[in-house]
């Protein structure tokens, strides 16, 4: 820069905006300056010149220009008391000063500066003092680095690390250390803190229902919505729908309890979303340090058991720890662990549960699903479905039930249809049609004698893999029925996405159709819907002569149940697979 001496010290250098080519208007033709003044007008950097003398600006480069964000000629000859704002002004002319007294190059480190447009800054710059011959100040050439951008990316990265980026509040490391911190301060000290798990209710159906951005929205205004139901407090989002909230101060029981109230009160009114509403309810576990649990872990796995419990009690609902509640949760987790193996280890069985015609043959079978656990014994589904199904492990196990079924089908004497159950989650893997065509064609069972069953909650995540699956499924030949008819929220409309087979009614109506007039006009309802869309109809859970005669009476085409027949292992019913005809009935 040194070399950097133009002659006619106040006038402007380099002024001009409108060409690429800057005029030297103070120095003739010298080529050599020439190229340096359009390095420097076209450098990244912020280049000016000053006058030693009076401080004003001789030369401004593109970048500057850009970076006060006022036109150069609004700069050239005026000085930074000029152009620049009180506190701005009086810190660059402290600055001028001092790298003209100190007769050498200054660095200042990052420094936030306002700009005569009203930006605030971060930046780097370095001053140098230009002498002439005789050695008296000349100019002061400034170069400073913009790093508001770096800065501003840093500080967003850091901020990231420890909040969520959705919610914006804490995540899940913040919230790791806050509790130690707390809890490290609590024992020192012997005071009490709670912990809160606050978890939405049914948020994967609202995900399915209106769409990821709905969900995103959902758990932004829940995010607010518990900043102001506990506003003192720690708020973090640890996971998925799962929020934990960390009370430092008034940690006891009643004011925790008034917490969780407001809570509850305040996800009250539904959100708008796009003209939908959507209802938001949570449930909520809490736990109090040191009574519920005397270090972190401890205390956290009784918040969650607290949680648990809520959860199972149903929406919308506060559980406070108490002893014995984790037992539950201990049982199901060893629960899952046990499943995840029992595939490999063999401990599935099917028993089958015949389908017959209101007269009485046996027109196929329904594959239920056992366990047989090596310590509980035999578990029926109910116990595990769910869990399976939460998990995922509901794929390897209704893979296992499908081959399973169809192997034993195929080796039937007699071409009785096989029935299988099939999740929804299942139904949402894209392999699913494939997993059916490789087990047919393993087995060899023809694809008319295999129905799968689905219930309305397959329609209603509505993933396009769910429907083309079933509708692949069905191209290959197979049935698809609609189970438990009725107990869903909109079966009727499910009716109509997609083309069923056949529909079951679910054993609730059947049970209560001779006590119940609503249930026997129900199930005739179901019935003379079957007739008009000329869909066969199966009422299933039939106990009694009674309700046979019914259904019977009202021309209902299949009936399952105890009186026909007991879900059994397939040795039960070996007569059936192989007698001749007069021997068919169950
Ligand atoms: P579901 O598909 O509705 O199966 C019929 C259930 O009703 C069976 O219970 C059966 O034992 C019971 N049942 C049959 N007849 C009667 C009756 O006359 N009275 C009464 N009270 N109950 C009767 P189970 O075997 O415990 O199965 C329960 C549910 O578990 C099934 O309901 C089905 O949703 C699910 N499930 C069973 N096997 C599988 C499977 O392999 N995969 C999947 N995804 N789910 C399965
Ligand atoms: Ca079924
Ligand atoms: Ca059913």
Redesign the pocket.
């Known amino acids: 820069m040194s070399q950097f001496m133009p002659s006619a010290a106040s006038q402007p250098i380099l002024s001009s905006t409108a060409s690429d080519a800057p005029n030297i208007e103070s120095h003739s033709a010298a080529a050599p300056l020439a190229c340096l003044t359009t390095i420097i007008e076209h450098i990244p950097a912020v280049v000016y010149v000053k006058n030693a003398a009076d401080r004003s600006y001789m030369l401004i480069n593109k970048a500057a220009e850009r970076y006060y964000g006022v036109p150069r000629e609004r700069m050239l000859g005026r000085t930074a008391d000029d152009v620049f704002a009180g506190a701005a002004a009086a810190y660059i002319r402290e600055q001028d000063s001092r790298v003209l007294d100190a007769r050498a190059e200054l660095s200042a480190d990052e420094h936030e500066i306002v700009t005569p447009d009203g930006k605030t800054c971060i930046v780097t710059t370095m001053r140098a003092p230009v002498f002439d011959p005789s050695g008296a100040p000349q100019y002061i050439v400034t170069v400073i680095n913009d790093v508001t951008a770096r800065r501003r990316a840093e500080d967003k990265v850091a901020f990231l690390a420890y909040h969520d980026a959705l919610t914006e509040l804490g995540n899940r490391a913040a919230f790791n250390e806050h509790i130690k911190a707390v809890s490290d301060m609590a024992a020192a000290a012997g005071g009490a803190f709670g912990v809160v798990f606050v978890d939405l209710d049914r948020f994967k159906d609202v995900n399915d229902t209106f769409g990821h951005v709905a969900g995103d929205a959902l758990l932004r205004d829940v995010a607010h919505r518990l900043r102001a139901a506990a506003a003192d407090a720690f708020i973090c989002r640890i996971g998925g729908d799962e929020f934990a909230i960390i009370v430092a101060r008034q940690a006891e029981p009643a004011a925790l309890a008034h917490m969780c109230r407001d809570i509850h009160a305040r996800m009250e009114p539904d959100l708008q979303f796009e003209g939908a509403s959507i209802e938001i309810s949570v449930s909520v576990g809490a736990a109090i340090y040191p009574n519920d649990g005397g270090d972190v872990q401890s205390l956290l796995n009784a918040a969650d058991a607290a949680l648990y419990r809520a959860k199972a009690d149903g929406r919308g609902v506060t559980c406070f720890f108490e002893p014995g509640m984790d037992l539950a949760m201990r049982e199901r987790h060893a629960l899952h662990q046990d499943l995840r193996l029992a595939v490999a280890r063999g401990e599935f069985l099917?028993?089958y549960?015949p389908l017959a015609e209101v007269g009485g043959d046996v027109v196929g079978f329904?594959?239920?699903?056992?366990w047989n656990h090596p310590e509980r014994g035999m578990i029926?589904?109910?116990t595990f479905?769910a869990l399976?199904?939460e998990t995922g492990l509901?794929v390897p196990?209704?893979r296992w039930?499908l081959r399973e079924?169809c192997r034993e089908a195929a080796s039937w004497e007699r071409p009785l249809k096989i029935a299988?159950?099939?999740?929804a989650i299942?139904l949402k893997h894209d392999n699913f049609a494939n997993t059916v065509r490789t087990v047919l064609d393993l087995t060899g069972l023809d694809p008319r004698r295999l129905e799968i069953?689905v219930?309305e909650s397959v329609l209603m995540t509505d993933t396009p893999a769910t429907l083309a699956n079933l509708h692949e499924i069905k191209a290959l030949g197979v049935s698809v029925s609609m189970?438990?008819f009725g107990t869903g929220y909109s079966s009727l409309s499910y009716l109509q996405s997609f083309p069923f087979d056949k529909i079951?009614i679910?054993?609730s109506f059947?049970?209560s159709l001779t006590s119940n007039d609503q249930s026997a006009a129900i199930v005739r309802a179901v019935l003379g819907l079957g007739r008009g869309l000329n869909l066969p109809i199966t009422a299933?859970?039939?106990?009694t002569g009674e309700q046979l005669a019914f259904l019977s009476a009202e021309s209902c085409d299949h009936v399952?149940?105890?009186?026909i027949g007991?879900?059994q292992p397939i040795d039960a019913y070996r007569d059936i697979l192989s007698a001749p005809a007069q021997h068919r009935r169950a």
């Open positions: 099917l028993h549960q329904e594959a239920l699903i056992r029926a589904p109910d479905v399976a199904e509901i196990i209704g039930v079924a299988i159950n099939v999740s299942q069953e219930t189970d438990d079951k679910d054993r059947v049970a299933e859970g039939v106990e399952q149940g105890y009186l007991r879900p």
